[in-house]
């Protein structure tokens, strides 16, 4: 019997060294892949709500203090060093003194929220007036500190929440090369997937997954052009909400699109999201895209987390993805199922065929080059342009691009303005994609479509770059700009794989009802155990 032939069949449990940490071997099985299992200290806070914290700090078990100083030790324990996830790229230096500010309020009867005293991470390519850059991960924006906060940043002051820190993500959200490591940054290095540290948490916001995942912090703030809140949400095996754009301000945050962009909730249960969703929704004059949320938002959507919110209701079925990887199939299959079971009706529809052919087009190229100049004529950066970005790079080629170049920052930079041709061509093709899912809803009279949102994570890759699993779902509501929310489905050999739920413009109420229902009937949701393949 050869090594290998011995790890798939050995059933016992034996103790290694890997990378300086102590792991525990173990198999599951003749065909289960062999993996270490980091030995991480017990964590009192283990998936813990945002409830719970609430009424840990109502009863005075805990002040919003001890649980940040509890949040910052995970950190440090366990993101730069043990399994070294590396999720977190700065901490913020007044995290506590905003606790402990937090806990002064609560003593004197003034409780803000639900996120009151609630520590949080948010992705590093939102803006924060203190004493933390915003750099979407490049060197070349690096010492870039915000005049001001971001929107949503002041709207989580305003409810009380504590800014831990800011996470990694993939440069300039995945938006720099065609040959990208998803979660890597010039800034930050790489991001690893907390599950299975050789698999790569997805972008671009890997960070926000990973740490939320990984139990660094209670809820986390992700941003979203094509799939950076769905598919790390997926990968990682946590929950993940992108709005209607419009939901939640723009402003503030290093831009790809203002067609496409929006940041959202990455929690690890739909209620979370709810409630993160609820506080930081509001008008932005800075946003006009926040005019259209008027009298379509709600302040709470914790009140649509519902058991029977799958009663009566009818789901379209993508079809094409009953085909492929067995083990997603499998999953989604049994997830169809659990649909019927809390009382939905199912239908097959095909609405990928019908999108496939808006992938090709140049809306991003030209709203990233106009969108990022506007917001480095404002910024504290070094760099003032997209053109001084590619500059900066080549010019610390070494630093900067060690394993993949800026194809996609050139191609960006090559196109005209907004008022070209082939620009409004091609954003009418996009934005079309609204009428496709609003006629197949409204034919099918379906109040949601579900689908995979991805198939396992794949391997880190640094020389080739990220490479698909066969299965994404993210496409169609990025373009159309409507809600979009993932829920742990399953896991093939320790891997996350999420349930998409989809539905029309502001209809986020329904799809936290429809998921929040499957959630609690399936609770596929696991903490990650660290692990690294040892074949």
């Not at 440069?171 to 290095?189: H, L, Y």
């Not at 109420?509 to 229902?517: F, G, K, Q, R, V």
Request: aromatic letters at 8%.
């Amino acid at each position: 019997m050869d090594r290998r032939e011995f790890l798939l069949n050995t059933a016992g449990t034996l103790s290694v060294a890997v990378a300086g940490s102590a792991f525990d071997v173990a198999g599951s099985g003749p065909h289960a892949i062999p993996y270490a299992s980091a030995r991480v200290p017990k964590f009192d806070l283990d998936e813990i709500t945002v409830q719970e914290l609430q009424q840990k700090m109502q009863h005075g078990e805990l002040s919003s203090r001890a649980i940040t100083k509890r949040y910052l030790s995970r950190i440090a324990a366990l993101d730069k060093k043990g399994p070294a996830v590396n999720a977190v790229i700065e901490i913020n230096p007044d995290a506590l003194a905003i606790a402990a500010a937090m806990d002064e309020e609560r003593k004197a009867g003034k409780i803000r929220g639900p996120l009151h005293g609630i520590p949080i991470l948010i992705k590093d390519n939102i803006d924060s007036g203190d004493r933390m850059m915003t750099t979407a991960g490049a060197l070349a924006l690096e010492g870039n500190i915000a005049s001001k906060d971001a929107f949503i940043v002041a709207r989580l002051r305003e409810a009380g929440a504590v800014l831990l820190g800011k996470t990694n993500l993939s440069e300039w959200a995945n938006f720099r090369s065609t040959r990208s490591s998803s979660g890597w940054s010039s800034r930050g290095g790489q991001t690893k997937n907390p599950h299975v540290l050789n698999r790569n948490p997805s972008g671009s916001s890997s960070g926000t997954a990973a740490a939320v995942s990984a139990n660094f912090c209670a809820v986390s703030i992700g941003t979203e052009t094509n799939g950076s809140i769905i598919s790390p949400s997926s990968y990682c095996g946590v929950v993940g909400l992108k709005p209607t754009v419009g939901l939640w301000s723009r402003s503030g945050i290093i831009p790809i699109s203002a067609t496409q962009d929006t940041a959202g909730p990455m929690t690890r249960t739909v209620k979370d999201a709810a409630v993160l969703l609820g506080a930081l929704i509001g008008e932005d004059r800075a946003d006009p895209a926040t005019a259209a949320s008027k009298g379509k938002a709600h302040s709470d959507y914790t009140v649509f987390c519902k058991k029977d919110g799958l009663k009566g209701k009818r789901i379209g079925i993508e079809k094409s993805y009953l085909q492929g990887h067995e083990g997603v199939v499998a999953y989604y299959k049994e997830a169809i199922e659990v649909l019927k079971s809390q009382g939905a009706e199912v239908v097959e529809i095909e609405l990928l065929k019908l999108t496939r052919s808006i992938g090709s087009n140049s809306v991003l190229y030209y709203e990233f080059k106009d969108g990022v100049n506007k917001y480095l004529a404002g910024a504290n950066a070094r760099v003032k342009t997209v053109a001084e970005v590619i500059a900066f790079n080549k010019a610390n080629e070494a630093r900067a691009m060690p394993f993949f170049k800026q194809e996609i920052l050139e191609m960006s930079e090559a196109k005209g303005n907004l008022t070209e041709k082939e620009y409004i061509d091609d954003l009418a093709k996009v934005t079309g994609t609204r009428k496709i899912i609003d006629d197949m809803m409204s034919a099918n009279k379906l109040n949601a479509i579900c689908s995979p949102s991805s198939g396992p994570a794949s391997c880190i890759d640094l020389v080739n770059g990220s490479y698909s699993s066969g299965f994404s779902f993210s496409s169609p509501a990025a373009w159309a700009g409507y809600p979009h929310i993932t829920v742990p489905m399953g896991y093939i050999s320790d891997l996350p794989i999420g349930f998409s739920f989809i539905a029309g413009a502001w209809q986020e109420a329904d799809i936290i009802a429809m998921a929040y229902a499957y959630e609690q009937a399936s609770n596929k949701r696991r903490a990650p155990e660290f692990k690294l393949p040892v074949y």
